[in-house]
T-cell receptor, first 116, second 116 residues
Framework: DTGVSQDPRHKITKRGQNVTFRCDPISEHNRLYWYRQTLGQGPEFLTY????????KSRLLSDRFSAERPKGSFSTLEIQRTEQGDSAMYLC??????????????FGDGTRLSIL | AQSVSQHNHHVILSEAASLELGCNYSYGGTVNLFWYVQYPGQHLQLLLKYFSGDPLVKGIKGFEAEFIKSKFSFNLRKPSVQWSDTAEYFC??????????????FGTGTQLKVEL
């Protein structure tokens, strides 16, 4: 188990710029989740993939946000025209689907985004 | 919609003291409950989970939690804390997503500091 890997760990950018984050899930995990965590809060669900299909998106995910998982392996989360309110920790998690029971999600270290 | 409430935001204990962190949830469906821990500088890690069966769940590092359905609670306990338990603790409840995925709804977290 090599764990969930996220890149970069930190991103500082100016307001209005576009940013893209990458997540590499645990290799046998077909489910991938993105969450956002702001200071003093728990993580909040953003979106979810099963294999390459994006099956759910939160209302938190505005039109400026887009996520992809083109081959059912790694995923990218892009934020266009960043705003101050986008400053947060972006977390990726993955899990394995089974027929018999839910599997817990394994989290990466996150990408901390700071908007100047 | 599901929600999670953690009552204690900051807890300070001396080593060997007993710990109980409160968690209440609301969710209309089949409940799966989790406690995650985040040690300083590390990613979220699963402490323990409740899916069904025995309401007293044992996790890693001597932690346990009790699911009390009538009280909508899932409190975390440890008889004797150690300095290394200093971390932030998150309670979470799952919600079902399209395709069988599970959206985690987290509480705001409890910051535990254990003093020597």
């Amino acid at each position: 188990d090599t764990g969930v890997s996220q890149d970069p760990r930190h991103k500082i950018t100016k307001r209005g710029q576009n940013v893209t984050f990458r997540c590499d899930p645990i290799s046998e995990h077909n489910r991938l989740y993105w969450y956002r965590q702001t200071l003093g809060q728990g993580p909040e669900f953003l979106t979810y993939f099963q294999n390459e299909a994006q099956l759910e998106k939160s209302r938190l995910l505005s039109d400026r946000f887009s996520a992809e998982r083109p081959k059912g392996s790694f995923s990218t989360l892009e934020i266009q025209r960043t705003e101050q309110g986008d400053s947060a920790m972006y977390l990726c998690a993955s899990s394995r689907s089974t027929s018999y029971s839910n599997q817990p999600q394994h989290f990466g270290d996150g990408t901390r985004l700071s908007i100047l | 919609a599901q929600s999670v409430s953690q009552h204690n935001h900051h807890v300070i204990l001396s080593e060997a003291a007993s710990l109980e962190l409160g968690c209440n949830y609301s969710y209309g469906g089949t409940v799966n409950l989790f406690w995650y821990v985040q040690y300083p500088g590390q990613h979220l890690q699963l402490l323990l989970k409740y899916f069904s069966g025995d309401p007293l769940v044992k996790g890693i590092k001597g932690f346990e939690a009790e699911f009390i359905k009538s009280k909508f609670s899932f409190n975390l306990r440890k008889p004797s804390v150690q300095w290394s338990d200093t971390a932030e603790y998150f309670c979470a409840v799952n919600g079902e997503l399209t395709g069988g995925g599970n959206k985690l709804t987290f509480g705001t977290g409890t910051q535990l500091k254990v003093e020597l």
